[in-house]
């Protein structure tokens, strides 16, 4: 693989706030990579080191194999979409995506048709005598996009750029940018705190949590077998019980069910009993909250969800009932670390 | 940019220090061939001079009852415009608040027009029967009084407007839903809501009518003196820079003491709100 | 203002007391009698002629222009850059610099004319030019903080980063960018700096000289010696002028955006 990117021993503090922790982080040419992690966990912070607006208290910054450490933004040819878009509102949609291009002095004709080839990539080559006021979110997020890409820049970052948008054209944009990613071939790194997005999106998924990477890897890897419990725990897994040898095992609520107690499972696997605290019905599917206590004797709360479709006819457990919640051996992750 | 914001400081913190900061401080404690002593003694007989006591007193009476007029008519007018549906609404507004682009001096000329022996509201008096000789009206704490209110009304207008359109609208409808009347809707929800701007309203008002040169020059003449027209006596008629940096004293301190005490009200009425 | 009977009566009370008198100069401005007298005698253009054909009007005119013109462009040459400094840069006691320049709206006006009189006139020996382009530059200064400031203020930082990120220089940033961001604001600050220079009493009164005299004090002077309709003809024609910056105002940025810089 080559690095189009890379962050060694990278510290970034505000006083006594450390946003960014002795990062070690590689970013591959060509590829997708996104930053996932709770609000305040360092992210922005981190993207902003690499497009040059802050400058690490420690630590440095290589990109294409050169030292950019203190290098100013506009000597590091990245294209940036801010969260705000950040769309210059003076200039129409067409100048604004030729600002960087007149910057390089391309000559006006090619500059022209350099601007209408990058919007068409974001399918706005109709709107590009527009003022950016008179766009939606949507289209200015593309205005964004195609004003970052139109420098061809070594690398495309992007700062959760989806955040900003309605479910449904959120949800279209990953296949969008995707797409632009595929065509162009550029490197992107994108910042996120949505699991789903990062998941369906990214070639590799760094997940991060005070300022420190948790975890690095292929979205199945991560999603599969996440690292600790943070990691899993923000991935979705919701039932995590301490084994008597001190490790921890975790389920997916999905991969939990509910039986009558006494049921034998017919395949090898956990078996903890239960007692059902709530039942409630959520459209797609059925969650089953229940109280059990793990191998240590500690109080715990297990999660089950059920979809409904292939919810038997007896499922319905009243609070109170007693219950064995199961899960199969292959569904079930160990997690090498606490934290 | 900001990694050298001094530089851009520097020009701009130079010419405010020496245009004004220093020079300030140097006339108001230690004027050109005056001793600082000549200053305090001067502004402590001005304290029981009756006749500096006239002047100061006046000076506060017509601050004070400018203040009040310029918020009491100031902002009926703010709270209507706020919420006026009207489409004329802005252009009333814009007329209120236009008096403040045009010449204090053209302004107050207008008095001379009306209360002038040869005055609109002399001869009407007159035609009126009411009085024989038409009434001395110009050269007294009146004609200052009006002149003040229509100089800074508009001050007082922009101040409240601002205050009352940050006033949600839908907290009227909801209290008037409540069983609220119109009056108690304004005295319990919007001024006490909107009494941060009317305060500065009222600051800006005491502070601007109690340094106004042009109207008690041209309305007050030399009979009804203010701090500002005595000032100026003293530093071009009389030059006595000792008498001069006193009033001016007396001045500057009248004005920090009243927007001092405006932004304590603020800061409390904000910890118990 | 139905069902408004007591607030309807002093909100019309207030606007009588605001407008009327300047619709009282504007009325007697256009008398043929010889009098500053009410009603007018007839109607005629004279005082109008009279006023223009006025050496001292004129030449005080022309004066109270040359020093708003060159007192607004120093206020905005010397505030934005300090508006820069106080809102985009990290500078240590932010607020009190911010106070610093705007303390000039506290201090009364002739507290700082007296200052300068006797500091630049009486102690530099410098002309009345000099000591009153100080004056009202000083004077200007907050609305070019504060009102730029206010323009500057709701600009998204992220637009000058991305500048750089497109590989702009921060001068070439500023140029393209901040600058074009600010031109409301300053737009603003200079229309409310041209006026105030232009009508201002207190400074060009303590530091006039025989040489340079502005139109307001010109008119103070000679309304102390005859009273006559020629000062409301004079009168009127700045009403009229001041008519047309507000148009312009109206126009382009509307009224109340530019007022509303200044109380905030
Ligand atoms: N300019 C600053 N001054 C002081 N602290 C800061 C500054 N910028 C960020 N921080 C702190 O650094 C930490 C990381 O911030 P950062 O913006 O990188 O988080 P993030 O992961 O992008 O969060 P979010 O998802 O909310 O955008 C936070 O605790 C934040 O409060
Ligand atoms: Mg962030």
Not at chain 1, 245 to 262: F, K, M, N, Q, Y
Not at chain 2, 146 to 168: E, K, N, T
Request: charged share 15%; hydrophobic share 50%.
């Amino acid at each position: 693989m080559t690095t189009a990117a890379e962050f060694t021993g990278v510290t970034q503090a505000y006083g006594d706030t450390v946003a960014v922790d002795n990062l070690n982080l590689q970013i591959e040419q060509g590829k997708l990579t996104t930053l996932l992690g709770p609000s305040g966990c360092g992210k922005t912070t981190t993207l902003r080191m690499l497009a040059g607006y802050i400058t690490p208290s420690a630590g440095t910054i290589t990109i294409n194999g050169a030292d950019a450490t203190r290098l100013p933004p506009e000597k590091r040819n990245l294209g940036m979409v801010f969260q705000s878009y950040a769309l210059f509102p003076h200039l129409t949609v067409a100048d604004n995506v030729g600002f960087g291009l007149k910057l390089r002095k391309v000559p006006a004709t090619k500059r022209r048709e350099l601007v209408m080839a990058n919007l068409d990539l974001v399918g706005l080559a109709h709107l590009a005598d527009r003022k950016p006021k008179a766009l939606s979110g949507g289209q200015q997020q593309r205005v964004a996009l195609a004003r970052a890409i139109a420098i061809s820049p070594s690398l495309l970052l992007l700062d959760e750029p989806l955040s900003n948008l309605d479910a449904r054209l959120r949800v279209q944009m990953r296949s969008e940018i995707r797409r632009i990613q595929g065509e162009t071939g550029l490197t992107v790194v994108l910042v996120t705190h949505d699991q789903e997005e990062a998941l369906e999106m990214s070639d590799t998924m760094v997940v991060m949590r005070a300022g420190k990477v948790m975890q690095t890897g292929a979205p199945a890897t991560v999603f599969t077998a996440p690292a600790n419990r943070f990691v899993a725990d923000f991935l979705g897994y919701e039932n995590f019980l301490t084994q008597s040898d001190g490790s921890l095992l975790t389920v997916r609520p999905e991969h939990l069910r509910v039986a009558a107690a006494g049921v034998v499972p017919t395949t090898p696997g956990l078996t903890v009993a239960a007692v059902v605290r709530e039942s409630v019905y959520r459209g797609v599917d059925h969650i089953v909250t229940m109280t059990a206590t793990d191998a240590t004797g500690t109080p715990i709360t297990l999660v089950s969800t059920t979809r409904r479709d292939t919810l038997t006819a007896d499922a319905g457990f009243q609070p109170g009932d007693l219950v064995t919640a199961q899960a199969r051996d292959h569904e079930i992750v160990r997690l090498t670390s606490e934290n | 940019m900001s990694r050298k914001p001094a530089l851009l400081l520097i020009p701009g913190l130079v010419f405010i220090l020496f245009g004004f900061a220093i020079p300030s401080a140097i006339m108001l404690l230690a004027p050109p061939s005056t001793d600082t002593a000549d200053v305090f003694a001067r502004f402590g007989a001005m304290l029981t001079d009756p006749y500096d006591l006239a002047i100061i007193w006046r000076t506060v009476r017509i601050g004070v009852i400018v203040t009040v007029a310029c918020v009491v008519l100031g902002f009926p007018i703010a709270y209507l415009l706020a919420r006026s549906t009207s489409r004329f609404a802005g252009m009333w507004l814009a007329l209120a608040i236009f008096p403040l682009l045009l010449s204090n001096v053209v302004r107050t000329f207008g008095w001379l027009v009306i209360l002038g022996s040869q005055g609109a509201f002399g001869q009407l008096l007159v035609v009126l029967g009411i009085t024989d000789q038409p009434p001395q009206l110009l050269y007294t704490e009146l004609a200052i009084v009006l002149g003040l209110i229509q100089l800074f009304l508009p001050l007082a207008v922009i101040s409240c407007y601002s205050a009352v359109a940050q006033v949600d609208a839908g907290l009227d409808h909801a209290a008037r839903g409540l069983g609220a009347t119109k009056s108690q809707t304004l005295w319990k929800i919007v001024i006490p809501l909107s009494r941060p701007g009317i305060l500065i309203a009222g600051t800006l008002v005491f502070a601007g009518a109690t340094t106004a040169y042009t109207t008690p020059y041209l309305l007050g003449g030399s009979s009804q003196r203010m701090l500002s027209t005595q000032l100026f006596s003293y530093a071009s008629v009389s030059v006595d820079w000792a008498a001069a940096s006193a009033t001016a004293l007396m001045m500057t301190l009248l004005v920090f003491m009243v927007s001092g005490l405006s932004s304590l009200i603020s800061r409390k009425a904000g910890v118990t709100s | 203002m139905k069902g408004r009977p007591i607030l309807g009566t002093l909100a019309v009370l207030g606007y009588i007391i605001m407008i009327v008198p300047i619709l009282f100069v504007v009325s007697t401005a256009f008398t043929a009698g010889d009098a500053l007298t009410f009603p007018p005698q007839g109607v005629s253009l004279r005082w109008f002629g009279e006023a223009l054909a006025y050496q001292p009007f004129v030449g005080a005119l022309l004066s109270s222009l040359q020093l708003a013109v060159v007192s607004t462009a120093l206020a905005l040459l010397l505030g934005v850059p300090v508006t820069l400094a106080i809102q985009r840069g990290k500078i240590p006691g932010k607020s009190l610099v911010e106070g610093l320049f705007l303390s000039p709206l506290v201090v009364p006006e002739l507290v700082v004319g007296l200052a300068l009189y006797q500091q630049i006139m009486i102690g530099l020996h410098q002309t009345s030019f000099v000591a009153l382009l100080v004056g009202h530059t000083v004077l200007l200064l907050p609305y070019a903080v504060r009102v730029t400031g206010a323009s500057l203020a709701l600009a998204d930082p992220a637009v000058e980063e991305a500048a750089r990120g497109l590989g702009a220089t921060p001068l070439r940033t500023f140029f393209s960018v901040t600058l074009p961001l600010l031109r409301p604001g300053i737009f603003s600050a200079g229309l409310l700096s041209f006026v105030t220079s232009f009508n201002n009493v207190p400074l060009s009164l303590l530091l006039q000289s025989r040489q340079f005299r502005t139109l307001p004090v010109t008119m103070l002077d000679y309304v102390q010696q005859s009273y006559d309709p020629m000062i409301a003809a004079m009168s009127t024609l700045i009403l009229a002028g001041t008519v047309v910056i507000a148009i312009v105002a109206e126009k382009t940025l509307g009224f109340a955006k530019i007022f509303g810089g200044i109380n905030k």
